[in-house]
């Protein structure tokens, strides 16, 4: 007869598998270029996580018929609340000493959102919105996990109960465990069913965002609460289910990448491993997994596994701005030893003191007390930094409005068109705006409230420049590259009489084409675009008093196809010549203005303080920086308008961040306000006269 085993039974290979999970996760990090799925190790965790507060849970309902809420929810805060929220405070002192201002708004923003514990709901909103994607990751970017598992431990042991009282059958003094357990096994079954079911469809529609969804990881938790609640039976086939599993997490880690489709059905793939090392029980022999999983080193790094968590990551983003230069080999492993360093005193001096202490323990309350405190101290400490940031940004554009108001020589793109007399190109004074300050422009309203998000399919109704009795209309669209001549255009528009409409949209170039990302998993993004273009397709052909229409785009960063039933011979070039030949019929001035050079890739504003007093080190061969454009080799098959101003970002060999000192790009991609204005004379003289007042 099958005997369960001991209640209180420490299972060592448990351990174990926490530091496998770990590092996967760290190795990933570290490395990964060498182990691109690693990220299950998250997923193993979760697995872990809901398997042993169900065993906890599942005893306390049979032994006494109730949860004690309180007493749940307060262990759960001394165990992973003082490291945790120290490690957020001593980070975030890390990002104000060593890194660049232009990361202290995400930071702030992120640490409170992790003190708060819903720091992967953030991460799901920026994962969608367009401008938070080209920022760099925050300190607290992997509190994302570590925020899934809270929700879930505040919602678990009310769904248990749920589960076990709606049969009315948790009071039963005979068979009241078979009755807990069958009550739970078929409601945690439904559970993870719609859980993955949910999963499966969110991440087809959107990965990013499911990656970080609750909803899409309860199944998860859950299939380790099903391993707790249906008792283990040791059987002859134990060793190779173990084998097994640990054969699908190794094997997810080696196999998947950043590009595969996950969560989702894959996912099953490394939480069905986990399940299956919980459920070949107790180590064996040396012939079963579970015994080498045991071996001490593993059980050791298991121990520490928390806080290696925590620390890794902060380490990993804050060295680089400390050495100054991104990590090779050498300052990789330094991380790995600091990490295990630091985890071994966090565990030792902070997570055990304060978790079977009696400073948390004396009474009750104490645990709440503390967690209360100290979420309010990160949350108002944010709250603190993001004011001064916002005065501090005023006042930063106060002084460049008085700066681009002087007449100096050699300023922003003077000094190439003057680089013999203006030398360096870059320029050798003070910045007419700080990169803190340019960092931030994505957040303003030009960029806010003129630019169609990755949802909408509408324009925004955004108009500037002169907006009463005004001389000409004129309209903007295309993608987020061209939001960025906004400033520009908002210029030309109050000196020559034009009121402007934007009609851009974040990643959705003006075209009759479909555009593809490879970064987009779904088609729901591209569809939207198609909608969208059709839109601004109609408004343009049905209002009359629109004379010019300018297009730009960051057209280097898709690829294109035909849409269904609209065949193109080459999409890339002729969805935007078939589009500029319609508005041209129609009556439309068009101006396709050439794309910007490419940068390095890394936030110019952070490249010019990583390297300050060698702004060239941020600079591009102009060979590299300019692909071919076909948005200009549609125009000039129609025969539309082509502007370009890449001689006012590159000489002859380099195409420079920062020219007379002004900060060119505002983040990789982007035309900075301040270079986006000083650009205005040179776009009016490559214009038509019927659009300028003389």
Request: glycine share 8%; aromatic share 8%; net charge positive.
């Amino acid at each position: 007869m099958h005997r369960p085993p001991a209640r209180d039974a420490f299972r060592p290979e448990l351990q174990g598998l926490r530091a496998v999970a770990v590092a996967l996760v760290v190795a990933f990090h570290l490395w990964p270029d060498q182990l691109r799925g690693g990220y299950v190790g998250v997923d193993v965790f979760f697995v872990v996580s809901g398997f042993l507060i169900t065993s906890h849970l599942v005893r306390e309902l049979v032994d006494t018929g109730r949860l004690d809420l309180p007493r749940f929810w307060g262990r759960r805060i001394r165990r992973l609340l003082p490291a945790g929220l120290l490690v957020l405070a001593l980070s975030a002192v890390g990002v104000l000493l060593l890194a660049p201002a232009s990361a202290w708004h995400a930071t702030g923003r992120q640490v409170a959102a992790s003190a708060l514990y819903v720091q992967n709901w953030v991460l799901a909103g920026d994962a969608v919105d367009y401008l938070a994607q080209d920022q760099p990751p925050t300190v607290a970017q992997h509190y994302w996990s570590l925020s899934v598992e809270e929700q879930l431990y505040a919602f678990w042991p009310l769904l248990l109960l749920l589960l076990v009282t709606v049969p009315a059958r948790l009071r039963r003094a005979s068979g009241s465990e078979q009755a807990v357990r069958r009550a739970l096994s078929l409601g945690l079954v439904l559970v993870c069913v719609a859980s993955l079911a949910w999963s499966v469809h969110a991440t087809g529609q959107e990965q990013a965002t499911a990656y970080f969804s609750t909803l899409t990881r309860v199944w998860e938790f859950g299939a380790g609460a099903l391993a707790a609640v249906v008792l283990p039976r040791r059987t002859s086939a134990s060793r190779v289910v173990g084998w097994a599993g640990l054969l699908a997490v190794a094997g997810s880690a080696a196999l998947l990448t950043e590009a595969s489709a996950f969560p989702g059905w894959v996912a099953l793939v490394p939480v069905l491993g986990t399940v299956a090392l919980l459920r070949a029980g107790a180590p064996g022999g040396r012939s079963t997994a579970g015994w080498w999983l045991a071996r001490r080193p593993l059980t050791f790094l298991g121990d520490l596994s928390y806080s290696v968590y925590l620390v890794h990551w902060p380490l990993l983003v804050l060295l680089p701005w400390w050495v100054g230069h991104d990590l090779g080999t050498p300052e990789r492993l330094l991380v790995l030893v600091l990490t295990v360093a630091l985890a071994w005193l966090s565990t030792t001096f902070v997570e055990n003191p304060l978790r079977q202490g009696r400073v948390l323990t004396a009474a009750r309350w104490r645990p709440y007390a503390f967690a209360a405190t100290g979420m309010a101290a990160l949350v108002l400490a944010n709250v603190a930094l993001q004011g001064e940031l916002d005065r501090r940004e005023a006042r930063a554009a106060d002084q460049t409005a008085a700066r681009l108001a002087a007449a100096l020589p050699c300023r922003g793109p003077d000094a190439l068109a003057n680089a013999e007399r203006c030398r360096p190109v870059a320029g050798d004074g003070p910045l007419v705006t700080p990169p803190d300050v340019v960092a931030a422009q994505g957040r303003q309203w030009l960029v806010q409230e003129c630019q169609q998000g990755a949802e909408g399919v509408a324009p925004t109704g955004c108009r500037v420049g002169r907006l009463t009795g005004a001389r000409l209309r004129v309209a903007v669209v295309g993608d987020s590259h061209g939001t960025h001549w906004v400033p520009l255009l908002k210029a030309l528009g109050e000196q020559q009489g034009w009121e402007v409409l934007v009609m851009t949209k974040s990643a959705c170039p003006a075209t009759d084409a479909s555009r593809y990302v490879a970064t987009e998993t779904s088609a729901e993004r591209r569809l939207r675009c198609d909608r969208f273009n059709d839109a601004v397709d109609r408004v343009l052909l049905a209002d009359r008093s629109v004379t010019d229409v300018f297009v730009s785009g960051m057209f280097s960063a898709y690829t294109w196809s035909a849409r269904p039933g609209a065949p193109l011979d080459d999409p890339a070039v002729d969805g935007f010549a078939r589009r500029f030949a319609r508005w041209s019929a129609a009556g439309k001035r068009v101006h396709v203005i050439r794309d910007i050079p490419l940068t390095r890739g890394e936030l110019v504003p952070d490249c010019l303080v990583r390297h300050r007093g060698r702004p060239e080190a941020c600079a591009v061969p102009r060979a590299q920086a300019l692909p071919a454009d076909p948005a200009v080799a549609a125009a000039r098959r129609v025969g539309v308008d082509v502007v370009d101003l890449s001689d006012q970002f590159c000489d002859a060999r380099l195409c420079y961040a920062q020219v007379g000192d002004v900060i060119a790009y505002r983040d990789r991609t982007h035309v900075s306000f301040e270079y986006s204005r000083l650009l205005a004379p040179y776009l009016a003289r490559q214009l038509d006269p019927p659009l300028l007042q003389r």
